[in-house]
């Protein structure tokens, strides 16, 4: 048997969930026929075939979760070291084959309870009613036990069934946890006064383009921080990730070159990542490499916030609702519309005085008509 192992499907990305077989065990497919859908860093990957031949095996349900570099998917025949073959097939003393892989072969979640529970476990899970899959054990090695079982069970009479997970709540979870375990955050909140701004202007893209000024004016928010190796990458293009809220979860797609490119041009660039988003088809390389993000929440509620910085970036900035106030304008109070902001770094690569100024060219940029 060849083993057709799951691709590289962008930097970062280190494992799918399956979304959909196209394939069946026993079907004839050709060079480029897509095999199966895969939901990856938000988005929905379509896996064609590295060959022609006979599927003999396929690895995995959808909702499993498979690595890189696991095996996908067999077909019929010999394997040889082409690089859609993991591993080594060697023959049985009975002239079987016996697949012997270098990394392993992909195990699903519920495969891996199923596992770590004895047949009696198993069984009684059965009667009440328990997925294994939703249990983490308390015995040796992680093993379930039956008060696990029964433990459960009363959860989930008194609470209902837990909802695993998927896609990108998932991904936005691990992100978040990723977060939280590198990242030393600080922020700092202003007030953009836009009252002097013209009728029907684009929100968006003028905060777009005050972070690129301001990413040209304090160059060191605009960075990749390692915090294993405390080494940090100053970038001389500004590709703000921007925040999109969907039923499905949040996805962050990139625009990029802000600092070169004109309004319009942003505009339309941003609308085409918005339908790719919408309709679940942008590829994974357009939600990676971003230098700085943007989160307009105020287009919902809210009016500061502190936004989660995702490493390596530095910094993330937020947007608030936009509402009128009580402010000085040229020497006199007066009922100005201000745009809220917060700013969030992460200290260990920038300083609060860098922070600061970055934050004052914002509001340069914004106060102008």
Same mark, same amino acid.
């Given at each position: 048997m ?12 280190p ?8 394939v069946?065990v ?18 929905i ?26 095996p996908l ?10 690089g859609?073959?993991?591993?080594e097939?060697?023959?049985a ?7 012997q ?6 195990q699903s979640?519920?495969?891996a309870?199923?596992?770590r ?8 899970a ?7 899959e939703?249990? !983490? ?10 008060d ?6 009363s ?12 896609g990108?709540?998932?991904?936005m979870?691990?992100?978040?946890s990723?977060s939280?375990?590198q990242?030393?955050p ?21 905060l777009v383009?005050?972070?690129a000024?301001?990413c ?14 405390l ?8 590709h703000v990730?921007i925040a ?32 790719a988003?919408? !309709?679940?088809?942008?590829p ?6 971003a ?9 919902m ?23 009128e106030?009580?402010?000085?304008h040229?020497?006199?109070p ?14 260990r ?6 922070? !600061?100024?970055f ?11």
């Amino acid at each position: 048997m060849k083993y057709f192992k799951l691709p590289d499907l962008g930097e970062g990305l280190p494992e799918a969930e399956i979304v959909e077989w196209r394939v069946n065990v026993g079907d004839s497919v050709e060079v480029d026929q897509v095999l199966v859908s895969v939901e990856t860093a938000k988005a929905i990957v379509e896996v064609p075939s590295p060959q022609a031949g006979v599927v003999a095996k396929l690895f995995g349900e959808p909702g499993d979760i498979i690595h890189t570099g696991e095996p996908l998917l067999g077909f019929e025949g010999e394997g040889d070291d082409s690089g859609t073959v993991v591993g080594e097939l060697k023959r049985a003393d009975t002239e079987t084959r016996q697949d012997q892989f270098i990394i392993g072969a992909a195990q699903s979640s519920r495969q891996a309870r199923h596992q770590r529970a004895t047949p009696g476990v198993r069984a009684l899970a059965e009667r009440l009613g328990v997925n294994l899959e939703s249990i !983490s054990g308390s015995g040796p090695g992680g093993l379930i036990t039956n008060d696990d079982v029964h433990q459960q069970a009363s959860q989930q009479k008194a609470l209902g069934d837990a909802e695993a997970l998927r896609g990108p709540r998932r991904t936005m979870a691990k992100n978040m946890s990723l977060s939280h375990a590198q990242v030393v955050p600080v922020s700092i909140f202003e007030d953009a006064d836009i009252g002097d701004w013209k009728k029907g202007a684009d929100i968006t893209m003028r905060l777009v383009q005050a972070i690129a000024q301001a990413c040209e004016a304090v160059p060191v928010i605009n960075a990749w921080f390692d915090g294993d190796h405390l080494s940090r990458r100053l970038l001389d293009e500004v590709h703000v990730g921007i925040a999109v809220d969907t039923p499905e979860g949040l996805f962050v797609p990139v625009l990029r070159d802000v600092n070169h490119r004109s309004l319009p041009d942003l505009r339309q660039g941003l609308e085409n990542l918005r339908e790719a988003v919408a !309709s679940r088809k942008i590829p994974p390389q357009e939600m990676q490499g971003a230098t700085i993000t943007l989160s307009n929440f105020g287009t919902m509620a809210g009016q500061y916030a502190n936004p989660i910085v995702t490493p390596p970036q530095v910094a993330i900035v937020g947007a608030g609702r936009i509402r009128e106030k009580v402010v000085p304008h040229q020497g006199k109070p007066a009922v100005r519309r201000v745009l809220p902001l917060s700013l969030t770094f992460d200290h260990r690569a920038a300083t609060g005085g860098e922070a !600061s100024r970055f934050m004052a060219a914002m509001l340069a940029a914004l106060g102008q008509p």
